[in-house]
């Protein structure tokens, strides 16, 4: 038997291909580029790498359903969250409170997708 997946949200796949393939890279630079000014920095930088790479999959399974609205709202949460971060981790430059709007933008996603189960009545 063949399980068979259909994407239904292309661009929800691709944002989640891309932040992969960032995610990689990001993380070689990391551990071979970058100079950190302290182990706080580089402690920021793997945070960002690790909150991310936890939601890739997620983007990925968001992509079978039609959950576009869910799968946008987390990807600015990642981007405000996790990109910040690696700013501040790889430069020392702060962007200010756009990190705890980006991790709220990533909680209300993860509460979205909750109550965006399937909406059909149960026919049994």
Same mark, same amino acid.
């Given at each position: 038997? $063949?399980?068979?997946?259909? *994407? #239904?949200?292309?661009? &929800? @796949? $691709? *944002?989640?291909?891309?932040?992969?393939?960032?995610?990689?890279?990001?993380? /070689? =630079?990391?551990?071979?580029?970058?100079?950190?000014?302290?182990?706080?920095?580089?402690?920021?930088?793997?945070?960002?790498?690790?909150?991310?790479?936890?939601? *890739?999959?997620?983007?990925? @399974? &968001?992509?079978?359903?039609?959950? $576009?609205?869910?799968?946008?709202?987390?990807?600015?949460?990642? =981007?405000? @969250?996790?990109?910040?971060?690696?700013?501040?981790?790889? /430069?020392? &430059?702060?962007?200010?409170? *756009?990190?705890? /709007?980006?991790?709220?933008?990533?909680?209300?996603?993860? &509460?979205?997708?909750? @109550? #965006?189960?399937?909406?059909?009545?149960?026919?049994?």
């Amino acid at each position: 038997m $063949r399980l068979v997946l259909k *994407i #239904s949200d292309i661009v &929800i @796949f $691709r *944002i989640a291909v891309l932040l992969g393939f960032i995610n990689i890279v990001l993380g /070689t =630079l990391g551990a071979h580029a970058i100079k950190f000014e302290s182990g706080y920095h580089k402690e920021l930088f793997n945070t960002a790498l690790l909150y991310q790479s936890i939601h *890739i999959p997620v983007l990925l @399974f &968001i992509s079978l359903f039609s959950m $576009r609205k869910q799968g946008m709202a987390m990807t600015g949460g990642l =981007l405000g @969250f996790c990109w910040p971060l690696f700013l501040k981790g790889a /430069t020392g &430059i702060g962007l200010g409170p *756009i990190v705890p /709007t980006g991790g709220m933008v990533l909680m209300f996603a993860w &509460i979205w997708m909750l @109550f #965006s189960g399937n909406k059909e009545k149960n026919s049994q």
